[in-house]
């Protein structure tokens, strides 16, 4: 089992930077020198309070200095809301970094990142790692809904990678779906096979597993689940597995987030 903290941690900053999104951060040498790209934290307000909400999944966005962990968040509920409220100074309650990351490329082996929306949450972090470690240029399909919810393309471009950039209705960069230009990217000869990085709604990755699997590229697919508890004992995040030999279901929480394409039945998803 990978290493785990539990960490009151202080604020540093939580501002939104886009609609009904924001980016909170805070300073942790420990957790930082532990965090892989993919993995995720359970966070709860530090403070004593009598709400009954319970901790929620967030994944670990960006690193910096070796000891500041940011989390991108998208306001959908009551617990977003709340931590939206929160203040620089104010103290989180932080357990991690739990889950499974994402495997590195082979030498020699590209590598495709692929977000849809609030996908590129964990993406950032592995396309920081990736810039360290591939000799290759990263190619990054970015797709969101509208030019309105888009976030984070400077911050992109300054890690100096081939980033194409969708909206479904053509507000910003090429009309259309990530999965669009992933159709034309394999359509093209490709020298050395990519190794496929995505995380987004659940139809975009099922469209990318199954695209991949036929052309067998290795591909590797962040999920979420429904966690109330992070380490596999709620059983709430249950997704099936592609075959019955081993588990019949996987628990994003442990067997994930990140998932090899293969290990998931796409057709129940």
Request: with cysteine; hydrophobic share 40%; aromatic share 8%.
């Amino acid at each position: 089992m990978n290493k785990m903290l539990e960490e009151v941690v202080s604020i540093e900053f939580n501002r939104q930077i886009g609609k009904d999104t924001c980016l909170l951060g805070f300073r942790s040498a420990s957790l930082a020198s532990l965090a892989k790209p993919g993995q995720f934290l359970m966070i709860h307000s530090g403070r004593e309070t009598k709400d009954p909400l319970l901790r929620r999944p967030f994944s670990i966005h960006r690193i910096q200095d070796r000891n500041k962990l940011m989390m991108l968040y998208r306001i959908v509920g009551k617990g977003t809301s709340l931590l939206s409220a929160l203040k620089e100074n104010d103290p989180i309650s932080v357990i991690g970094p739990l889950g499974n990351g994402f495997a590195l490329p082979r030498p020699n082996e590209p590598s495709l990142v692929m977000a849809g929306g609030m996908g590129i949450a964990p993406l950032f972090f592995l396309t920081q790692v990736l810039k360290r470690v591939q000799k290759h240029k990263i190619k990054m399909f970015l797709g969101f809904p509208t030019s309105q919810e888009a976030v984070l393309i400077d911050q992109l471009k300054d890690l100096n990678i081939d980033l194409s950039l969708t909206t479904e209705d053509g507000s910003l960069g090429i009309k259309g779906l990530v999965t669009d230009l992933l159709d034309q990217y394999l359509g093209q000869e490709l020298t050395n096979k990519p190794v496929i990085y995505a995380c987004g709604p659940t139809p975009m990755l099922k469209k990318i597993a199954q695209k991949a699997i036929k052309s067998r590229l290795r591909c590797y697919v962040s999920l979420e689940g429904y966690m109330a508890c992070g380490l596999g004992l709620c059983q709430g995040c249950a997704v099936k597995a592609a075959n019955n030999k081993g588990k019949p279901y996987y628990y994003v929480c442990q067997d994930g987030p990140v998932f090899s394409a293969e290990m998931i039945d796409w057709e129940v998803m």
